[in-house]
Every structure is written in structure tokens, then in C-alpha cells.
């Protein structure tokens, strides 16, 4: 009896260290997706009231699990048995973040901005709705961001046994979400760090100035985090595209991957914008 209960021991030991030499490398595979994923989150993640920011934060990484326990098995499933489909919604997903990166491009660089006394009535008014569209709009773009995810995990142990499968995706997605959004919740209270250390240091000495500097860099790290945030929705896109159409690999073959992965992405934005464009005007009209 006691040896079948150390036998089940040892079975449970060695599968636990099949599943994290195998995160261990699934995690590697998926570490440029994260960074991307950091970066694309911590700009949507910005630009809320300071009372406000852990808040919509917790309520984007709630959204970020909730995606990846409707993610993780449905994957595992089609996979398993219909195989096509998964590489039908990368493209589609690829199509959106496409068009929220080009999106951004397009507003910034030809929608006039408002007058700051208008801006600021609106931001007041509509406050709460916008908070609830950027929650919204963040939580979709993880969706999107956690298929990439746990595909890229799951290719990584398709030649291993299904519970290492399925204990290998389950781990990469955990530490996927507390991870990015871990990293995410210690750039937004940058500010905050940074007053309580002048406070308690009365403004003097090392900690005052390391402060001062987390006060002054947090708003050059949000302006750069929505720079890169936006590349990498560009180029994630781009990435999709050019792993999963066929005909796209032979497009240009001699281009540096990562300039045709951006080229590709901007060209499926720039495709993706009529489209949601012309379906946001459809959609209007069926409410009405």
C-alpha cells in the first residue's frame, strides 16, 4: 500500500518536472508576445485618474484570466480536433490589433486635437463611460494577445503527453496574466512610490531624489509605452499575418522579417479600418 502511495508520488514528481522543463520553454518561446503584450497593455492600462488606476487595472487583469480560462481549453480542443480554426482566429485577431494600431496612427496624425477647456468638460462628463469602453478595449486586445499566447505554448508541447499539454499551456497563462499585468500595476503607481519616498525622506538625500525622478519619468514612460504599445500592435499583427498566410511568406522573401512583419500589419490595418468602420455605421443603425 505505502509503495503504490510513494509510486503516485514519484509519477506526480516527474510529471511536474516534465511540465516546467517544458513552461520553462514555452515561456521562452512566448517572451516576445509578452514583451508586446506589456507594452500594448501598459498604454491601455494609462491615462486614468490616479484614484482610479488600480481599480480599472484589477478589472483589466479580471478580464485577462476570464480570457485565458475560456482560451486555454477551447484551444487544446481544436487542436485536438479541428485544427484549421485556430489559425482562422489568429488571422481575424490579427486583423483587429491591425486596426486598433493603425487607428492610432491615423488619429494622431490627422485628428485635430480639442481645445484643453472641451477636452476637459468631456473627459468629466463621459468619465465612467470612458473608463468602461478602454476596459473594454483592453480586455479584447488581451483576448486577442492570450490566443497568440497559448498557441505559441501549446506548439511548443504538442509532441508531449496531454496532461504535460494542458499543465504546461495552464502555467505559461497564469504567468502570463500576473506577470505582464504585476509589471503593468508598478509603472502606473510609479508617481505614487515617488511621493511617498520625498514625504518620508523630507525631500533630501538619495531617496528624495530617486522620488523626483519616479515622478518625472512616469509620464515619459506613458508617452513611450504608447509609442511602443502601438508598434507592437502593428507588429504583432504583422507577425500573424506572416506565420499564418501562406502566400505571405513569399512576399518579399530578402525583406528583414521585422520590417515586413510592420509593413504587413500596417496594410491589415489600413484593410481592417473600412471594414470596422462600415460595421460600427451598420451596427448604429440597427440600434436605432
Not at 216 to 224: C, F, G, R, T
Request: hydrophobic share 55%; no cysteine; glycine share 10%.
Amino acid at each position: 500500500m505505502a509503495s503504490g502511495f510513494f509510486a503516485i508520488l514519484d509519477d506526480i514528481g516527474a510529471l511536474m518536472d516534465d511540465v516546467a522543463m517544458a513552461s520553462k520553454l514555452a515561456t521562452r518561446k512566448t517572451a516576445g508576445i509578452l514583451g508586446d503584450d506589456l507594452a500594448v497593455n501598459a498604454e491601455k492600462a494609462t491615462g486614468f485618474l490616479a484614484s482610479r488606476e488600480i481599480p480599472v487595472l484589477w478589472a483589466i487583469t479580471k478580464g485577462s484570466f476570464l480570457n485565458k480560462l475560456i482560451i486555454v481549453p477551447i484551444a487544446l480542443l481544436l487542436q485536438a480536433f479541428f485544427p484549421i480554426a485556430i489559425k482562422v482566429i489568429l488571422i481575424l485577431g490579427g486583423f483587429y490589433l491591425a486596426y486598433e494600431g493603425v487607428e492610432k496612427i491615423i488619429e494622431y496624425f490627422f485628428h485635430k486635437p480639442k481645445p484643453a477647456d472641451e477636452a476637459a468638460v468631456e473627459v468629466i462628463k463621459d468619465d465612467a463611460g470612458a473608463e468602461k469602453a478602454k476596459v473594454k478595449s483592453a480586455v479584447l486586445t488581451d483576448f486577442i494577445l492570450s490566443i497568440e499566447i497559448v498557441i505559441i505554448a501549446l506548439g511548443s508541447v504538442l509532441d508531449k503527453s496531454l496532461a504535460i499539454q494542458i499543465l504546461t499551456v495552464s502555467v505559461v497563462a497564469i504567468l502570463a496574466t500576473v506577470g505582464v499585468y504585476g509589471i503593468v500595476a508598478l509603472i502606473v503607481r510609479m508617481d505614487d512610490a515617488g511621493y511617498k519616498l520625498i514625504k518620508r525622506s523630507n525631500d533630501k538625500g538619495f531617496f528624495g531624489s530617486l522620488g523626483h525622478l519616479l515622478v518625472k519619468a512616469l509620464p515619459i514612460i506613458i508617452k513611450v509605452l504608447a509609442v511602443v504599445g502601438t508598434i507592437a500592435l502593428i507588429l504583432v499583427a504583422g507577425g500573424i499575418f506572416v506565420h499564418n498566410i501562406e502566400f505571405m511568406h513569399h512576399v518579399l522573401p530578402n525583406l528583414q522579417s521585422t520590417i515586413k512583419e510592420f509593413g504587413a500589419g500596417i496594410v491589415g490595418g489600413l484593410i481592417a479600418i473600412p471594414i470596422m468602420m462600415g460595421g460600427k455605421k451598420l451596427l448604429s443603425m440597427v440600434k436605432k
